[in-house]
């Protein structure tokens, strides 16, 4: 079991950039992938970034080349860097492993 607890969300203007943070309760290389998720208001949730123990990352294609996924083992803690925002990058982005999510932050990006 663990517990995920992410920040970092909030209001930004398109073509901005915010740093999601994923903190979990026990070591992250327990768990494997560490994973990020997004759902827009009416949408179903999407898999958004991906990354193994070994730090293979895997990104959806609509944000590939502006999202990083990565990681602080010694943190315990999964990090999503996303620049050059767009309007529709506007979700709830939940942190997820296993069975495991936490409750959310919300990111608007406004245009």
């Known amino acids: 079991q663990v517990q995920l607890v992410e920040s970092g969300g909030g209001l930004v203007q398109a073509g901005g950039s915010l740093r999601l943070s994923c903190a979990a309760s026990?070591?992250?290389?327990?768990?494997?992938?560490m994973n990020w998720y997004r759902q827009a208001p009416g949408e179903q949730r999407e898999l958004v970034a991906t990354?193994?123990?070994?730090?293979?990352?895997n990104y959806a294609d609509s944000v590939k080349g502006r999202f990083t996924i990565s990681s602080d083992n010694a943190k315990n803690t999964v990090y999503l860097q996303m620049n050059s925002l767009k309007a529709e990058d506007t979700a709830v982005y939940y942190c997820?492993?296993?069975?495991?999510w936490g409750q959310g932050t919300q990111v608007t990006v406004s245009s």
């Open positions: 990354i193994t123990t070994d730090r293979r990352t």
């Open positions: 997820n492993t296993h069975i495991w």
């Open positions: 026990r070591s992250i290389l327990t768990f494997n992938p």
